[in-house]
């Protein structure tokens, strides 16, 4: 990727204490105690940049909420959606659309397999609960098995197949749900001493909890390829093939969530195309066209497919296959292949992310362990290497989370702005980002990281 020329931001304070009001009389957050919340007024985007109104300039280690992978503002998508704004700006979603049916013809290309026909929604926890429904009426089974740490969504059905706190406000224990571990050799459940036997044993313990269970109870078995806001865990060589296996063997829907680990984060196209696994179904969004219109899908397989050829798909949306949305869409893949985004996230994740991220492991006490692939990795911090606490409890808040939350300050008073969950700071970049802005973005880390080595034993 080529460097451009950096906004220059222009303090506009008064403006900034306008919006910064507004949102907090009337705008209700997501997510949070709506008092306890301080949320920053940005006044615009560019690249792998935001800026506030008090000129302040951030680069974006998070990309939104890990789905700016072409970075913020490219002109080529903006003129797309300004283009079809003027042609069609809107259009029911029981007629053909050449916007819609282009985005559903270039995701197809690109999805695994023979996942050839596109369903589309407003965003991937809706794409979810479309997978679960199409699972169930597939199999005439009601049962889904989820994996713990992980994150599908925040509707009622999708909160209660995330197996992180986030679920526990909201789960039911009604919602047709049985949750097991997948891998993870660094917290390992299983008492693994390397990926071999993690992968071995957590295949073996799926197997197990399938038993148990039933298996002509259980319609699916979804995970996340590689596991994003719950600490972003690449599976070991093997693993999701072995599901893949182990759910053909009892007549299972196997479910991939690709909402945030697709469309190049990981340096291919999807990151099953890492572990050359093929879902029978797999939703995604966010990269699709990096939020610029918000748009999720579900990739469907032709055997899934087929059950609904001749019988009604009892689900829809109104603004399934949006124009504007699908029109970001197209552009945006078109550009992620002319510019190499894809590549570019593999190329710079292997040979300056990674060596970066791995090399301020060595120095900072604080960090237990770097994992990840492309413009994805997790960075573990820790009281005790030795033992591998976490810097804070799990789930921790209020003083608790005093430590997390001042590294989080200090990053961005150096200019970061980073995706902080628990006690790890995800580093997500877009996968347009420069190698100088990763190098900006690594020295800004590194002197964060001193915060939080202060409160290591």
């Not at 509707?155 to 919602?175: C, E, F, H, I, M």
């Amino acid at each position: 990727m080529t460097s451009t020329t950096p906004h220059t931001p222009q303090p506009d304070p008064e403006t900034g204490a306008a919006v910064k009001a507004a949102d907090r009389a009337h705008v209700f957050h997501s997510w949070s105690a709506q008092e306890l919340i301080d949320p920053l007024a940005v006044a615009g985007a560019e690249g792998s940049y935001f800026w506030d109104y008090d000129g302040r300039r951030y680069l974006d280690f998070s990309s939104g909420l890990v789905f700016t992978n072409i970075g913020y503002q490219h002109p080529k998508v903006v003129a797309a959606i300004q283009e079809q704004a003027g042609k069609l700006a809107t259009f029911a979603p029981a007629f053909a659309v050449e916007a819609r049916s282009e985005a559903a013809r270039l995701i197809a290309e690109r999805t695994p397999g023979d996942l050839d026909k596109i369903f589309f929604t407003n965003a991937g926890a809706e794409a979810v609960e479309h997978a679960i429904r199409m699972a169930r009426l597939h199999t005439g089974r009601h049962k889904v098995l989820s994996a713990y740490r992980s994150y599908h969504g925040g509707t009622q059905q999708t909160v209660n197949v995330t197996g992180d706190p986030r679920r526990w406000a909201s789960d039911t224990g009604q919602a047709g749900v049985a949750r097991f571990w997948a891998p993870f050799l660094y917290r390992s459940r299983f008492y693994a001493e390397n990926e071999e036997q993690e992968c071995a044993r957590a295949l073996e313990h799926l197997e197990t909890t399938i038993a148990f269970e039933g298996p002509a109870t259980i319609a699916a078995v979804i995970l996340e390829s590689v596991p994003g806001g719950a600490g972003i865990m690449v599976p070991p060589p093997g693993y999701l093939q072995g599901v893949r296996e182990i759910c053909d063997r009892y007549g299972i829907v196997f479910v991939l969530d690709e909402v945030m680990a697709g469309f190049g984060r990981t340096g291919t196209w999807f990151a099953a195309d890492l572990f050359d696994v093929v879902p029978d179904l797999m939703t995604f969004a966010k990269g699709v066209n990096s939020g610029y219109v918000p748009l999720g899908g579900v990739a469907i397989s032709a055997k899934i497919a087929e059950t609904f050829a001749r019988r009604p798909y009892p689900g829809g949306l109104t603004y399934s296959g949006h124009p504007l949305a699908c029109a970001a869409a197209v552009a945006t893949i078109r550009v992620m292949e002319e510019e190499g985004i894809v590549e570019n996230a593999a190329r710079l994740g292997a040979e300056v992310l990674g060596p970066g991220l791995r090399e301020l492991a060595e120095r900072h006490p604080s960090v237990g362990e770097v994992r990840g692939v492309g413009m994805f990795w997790a960075v573990e911090l820790v009281r005790d290497r030795a033992t591998r606490e976490p810097l804070v409890p799990y789930n921790a808040t209020g003083e608790d989370n005093a430590p997390m939350a001042a590294f989080a300050a200090a990053a961005k008073a150096n200019g970061l702005w980073p995706f902080v969950n628990m006690n790890r700071t995800h580093v997500a970049p877009p996968c347009t980002i420069t190698e100088s802005e990763l190098k900006e973005g690594l020295a800004a880390l590194d002197a964060a990281l001193a915060v939080a080595d202060t409160h290591t034993v």
